[in-house]
Every structure is written in C-alpha cells, then in structure tokens.
T-cell receptor, first 111, second 117 residues
Framework: SQQGEEDPQALSIQEGENATMNCSYK?????LQWYRQNSGRGLVHLIL?????REKHSGRLRVTLDTSKKSSSLLITASRAADTASYFC???????????FGTGTKLQVIP | GAVVSQHPSWVICKSGTSVKIECRSL??????MFWYRQFPKQSLMLMAT?????????EQGVEKDKFLINHASLTLSTLTVTSAHPEDSSFYIC?????????????FGQGTRLTVV
C-alpha cells in the first residue's frame, strides 16, 4: 500500500518560478527521501532528511519535515525546463527499513 | 555513493515464458533488497522484501508463485516473472539496503522495462 500522498498530482509553472510539492505519510519513519524520475527512466536521489531533522538544503532544493504533522515539502527554487519530471517522496521505516513511495507529483516547467 | 546494478535494462518476451531480472549490489553487502513495480504514469509499488538466505516477504496482492524471488548471496537478488502475460508488462526496479547503513539513502537499480507480447 502507498505510504504517502503527494499534492499536487500535477504542477505546471514557468521557468524561473518556484515549485512546491507536499507529501504526507501515515506511520512513523526513520527518514524521508525525495526522488526525481524522468519519463520512463530510473530514479535520481535528490535529498534525504532524517526524522530528527526539520529542514535541509541542497543547491536549489529545500526540504522540510514536520513529524508531528507527518508531512514534508520539497521546494525547487528558480526552476528550469530541465526540472520537468515526476517527483516522489519515499519514507523509510520499520525493522527492514522498507522504502515506500508516495503517489508522486508531475512537474512541468515551461521555458 | 553505493551502486546497485540491475540487468537487463529492458526485455521483450513472449506470453507464457519466464523472465529473470538480476539486482546486484556492486560495492556493498545487502542483507535486504526490495522489488518494486511501476505501471505507466503511476508510482512505484513495493512488491516484496528479499532477505539473504530466507524466503521473501510479499506485499498483499502480489502472487509469490508468479514472482519468484531468490536472494542467494549478500550481493545478488533475482526476480523471476513466471508465465508472463501482457498485463505483467511494467517497469521493475530493485533497491538494496547496505547492511552497514542505518537510516541512510536507499540505493536503486536502473530498472528493467518488461514488455510481454
């Protein structure tokens, strides 16, 4: 079953604008990761945030985590056409550290 | 970062035949590997958790007799789709957990696109 729900399901913005995607999950986690997937391709790991962290930055990416609300957000600043892809949050939990994916947000950046 | 190699990257097979997909951790030992399936325009769905030396644990709704998983060593897990049918056509991707890594990034293979004709 899906651990996370993401919104929006789809997002279309102009190049240069910021894109924000949200992820909610249901159970306690060890960490939460964000991935990018270009159409028909494999996953690209973007950023990992642990359950005891609240915010992380990596280049144009900013991730927040609110464990009390069981939610996370991914902000991409100054978006580029090359950022067009599907973005998934994934939570790691349990003894086997199973990684479960959210429903994904399809981002389109218009040049 | 750690590397997980998945092979083949794509395969086309005839309906009724079986297909084996390999997942290897190249520079670390993986006691646990995970197999996912992704249908077009959908998210990745966990199929099963593969543990070295023991039986795999399948998610609800996944047929264990159809999707055979073998995790014979700390660096190799295989998924065999038996008697494949067109509805099994999908993108299959594996993930491996470094036995020495707790609360770290999950490492994914490149994925295998299976087309059953």
């Amino acid at each position: 079953s899906q651990q996370g729900e993401e919104d929006p399901q789809a997002l279309s913005i102009q190049e240069g604008e910021n894109a924000t995607m949200n992820c909610s999950y249901k159970t306690s986690i060890n960490n939460l990761q964000w991935y990018r997937q270009n159409s028909g391709r494999g996953l690209v790991h973007l950023i990992l945030i642990r359950s005891n962290e609240r915010e992380k930055h990596s280049g144009r990416l900013r991730v927040t985590l609110d464990t009390s609300k069981k939610s996370s957000s991914l902000l991409i600043t100054a978006s580029r056409a090359a950022d067009t892809a599907s973005y998934f949050c994934a939570t790691r939990s349990g003894g086997y550290q199973k990684v479960t994916f959210g429903t994904g947000t399809k981002l389109q950046v218009i040049p | 970062g750690a590397v997980v190699s998945q092979h083949p990257s794509w395969v086309i097979c005839k309906s009724g035949t079986s297909v084996k997909i390999e997942c290897r951790s190249l520079d670390f030992q993986a006691t646990t590997m995970f197999w996912y399936r992704q249908f077009p325009k959908q998210s990745l769905m966990l199929m099963a958790t593969s543990n070295e030396g023991s039986k795999a644990t399948y998610e609800q709704g996944v047929e264990k007799d159809k999707f055979l998983i073998n995790h014979a060593s700390l660096t190799l897990s295989t998924l065999t789709v038996t008697s494949a049918h067109p509805e099994d056509s999908s993108f299959y991707i594996c993930s491996a957990r470094d036995r020495g890594g707790w609360n770290t990034e999950a490492f994914f293979g490149q994925g295998t696109r299976l087309t059953v004709v």
